[in-house]
């Protein structure tokens, strides 16, 4: 089942095995609707493309947004947090808390992409000052807060390196069973950015990635090989400036630019808005097709270091007594995942 992808294309391009490609269906994450939306806390570092996935998640009545909790990552926690305050703001969306989580991770190290993203973590945009301020209990105790009054499972959208949500699934082993679904955007079947082996919100808390990976919750992981099949480019930034909004603007403004530091780079014209990836699978039923697989976080120190290696083909699975513990995008339709960001900035303030 190809769920009416070309899926054929793009396992030709990106050299996929043909169990991939057979393997490659409907997503099984849950799917909220104006009528019934989903509970979701966002767990982010923002961060451009953090900062267009959180506008997506405000504007879409899908979602009953719960929460925007903050992980050191693209930059430094304490910038990630007045950004995710201020974008909250600049959404019309104040209702929705903040909380700020892990500066580093588990063990320590900080890894930072402000060469992508800007010092401030969201380019050269100005943003009018929060009328909020962080929450006092912290991201993980938040979450944890959260789930436990919810009167239903949580789904959660981790768009920056994994160590709060490995902290809340240590520290409250009996909440796991309240989160519905992780829709997490991570890992790489094929190669990496942050180094050939590693995408950068693994490369930067390969531990707590591991803990994520092995904890049994369902996982969606949307990772490069299918945030590189949705590029936007000049004309899209242009379209969302043209909508008329203060949040359109912004968005343009962002995505100008990581074009402008794409361009500086690699030559390219084009740009991966990798976060709002993962949260536009969770909006809509069948965005992203995706298989099953196993996959492990490589946690040694040698050069895979945060590698998620991904096997979907079932009888090496069978032989090794292992059954898939996540499902991963493998195609997406770039041109209905801009047409899902028009309409929600064109909504927003
Ligand atoms: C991921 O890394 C970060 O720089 C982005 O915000 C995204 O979450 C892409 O590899
Ligand atoms: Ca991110």
Redesign the pocket.
Known sequence: MSAGYDVERWAAVHALPTYHRAAAGARTAPCGTPEHPLPLIIDS?P????ALAIGLAAASLEFKLLAVTTVG??ADVARCTENALRLLHAYGRDDVPVAEGAAGALLGSIVR?TE??GESGIGTTELPPAVNTARPEGAVALIARLLAESPEPVAIAP??PLTNIALVLRQYPHLISKISHLCL??GSIGEG??SVSA???IAADPEAADVVFRSGVPITMIG?DV?HQALLDRAAAQALRGLGTRSGVIAAELTDYALDRNLEWSGSTTT?I??AVAIAHLMVGDLVAVAPYYVAVDTTQGPARGRTVCDGLPYRLRRDGRTANADVGIVIDGGRFEQLLLDAFAKLP
């Open positions: 570092d961060g451009l493309d953090d990552g693209n992409a992508v993203h768009i920056g955007m991570g950015n942050y995408e950068f919100n490069l945030t991966a990798h976060d």
